[in-house]
């Protein structure tokens, strides 16, 4: 599991790298290949993509004769596998549901697959791509104490299942204070 994740984290910088080379102001979508990554971990580097970035992603890697394999993961709204039913006759073959397909494509037909791709998504609102973020609940905040931080330890541990409650509080006048620590 150890070594999977690294390799994980390993693929991610070099997408991630990659995008330095695209215009993610005008592409709707992340399109990267690399003879180099590891096909089993395809999914996981899409997902991530796509969560960092706010855009559907295509991580492909080549199978053998002229042929690419590829899987992508979707932003919340966009149903991925009828983006890749819209520009099917650029694959030899595709699977998935709503947010998380598979495709095979020709080497030949990436370029064209990229491009009608951006076309298809360009449809959608621009909301569609931009970060957001969700909160369970808004608070004010006189609202926030020690006595509430502690009421909120007890509902630990929070991990996978049971996700760390995410709290918004607006504020208009906003002060910091220094501490200087007494350790040496």
Known sequence: NGKRKLACDKLYDEA????????????????????????????????????????????LVPSG??????????????????????????LTEFGGHSQAAGFSIRTEKLAEFKQRMNEYLGKFPT????????????LNPDEVSVSLI????????????FVKPLFKISATDLSVSLCKSNVN
């Open 127 to 138: 909301e569609y791509f931009m970060p957001y973020c969700t909160y369970d609940i808004e």
């Open 150 to 161: 502690k009421e909120l330890e007890k509902l630990e541990p929070t991990g996978n299942g």
């Open 65 to 90: 004769d002229g042929i690419y394999k590829g899987t992508c993961r979707s932003v919340e709204n966009i149903n991925i596998y009828e983006a890749l039913s819209a520009v099917s006759d650029t």
């Open 16 to 59: 991630v790298a990659d995008l330095r080379y695209e215009n993610l102001v005008d592409s709707r979508c992340i399109v990267l290949s690399s003879p180099e990554w590891e096909k089993g971990i395809t999914g996981i580097v899409a997902a991530r993509l796509t969560n960092d970035f706010k855009r559907p992603s295509f991580i």
